[in-house]
């Protein structure tokens, strides 16, 4: 593996890290606080085309991580529809009982 390679495989596993918390936090306490539907729907759009990009440079770790970016978007935006406007108890106690969004 080059140097190259090395670093492309760690930044996909800090891909990975970075999405973790926030999928088992809106699955677990269904919680839709701060989430925004349209955002990570085109984020998943670029994840996708960047993934056509990568598979026909062949690169592979590339094609790694826009996989984990539009599996972690699809998964983000699919909760989301699913509990649309939960809240749980620590995100309304921050937002004082304004809902989601934190707007009254």
């Not at 970075?18 to 984020?43: D, K």
């Amino acid at each position: 593996m080059t140097t190259s390679q090395v670093l492309g495989a760690v930044a996909t596993g800090v891909v990975v890290a970075g999405y973790v918390p926030q999928i088992a936090h809106l699955i677990r306490q269904r919680c839709t606080a701060g989430m925004s539907v349209p955002a990570f729907s085109l984020w998943c759009l670029a994840s996708f085309l960047f993934l056509v990009h990568a598979a026909i440079i062949e690169d592979g770790v590339f094609i790694a991580v826009q996989t984990v970016n539009l599996v972690a978007g699809a998964l983000i935006v699919a909760f989301c529809k699913k509990y649309k406007g939960q809240v749980c108890p620590f995100h309304r106690a921050l937002y004082g009982g304004r809902g989601a969004t934190g707007l009254g």
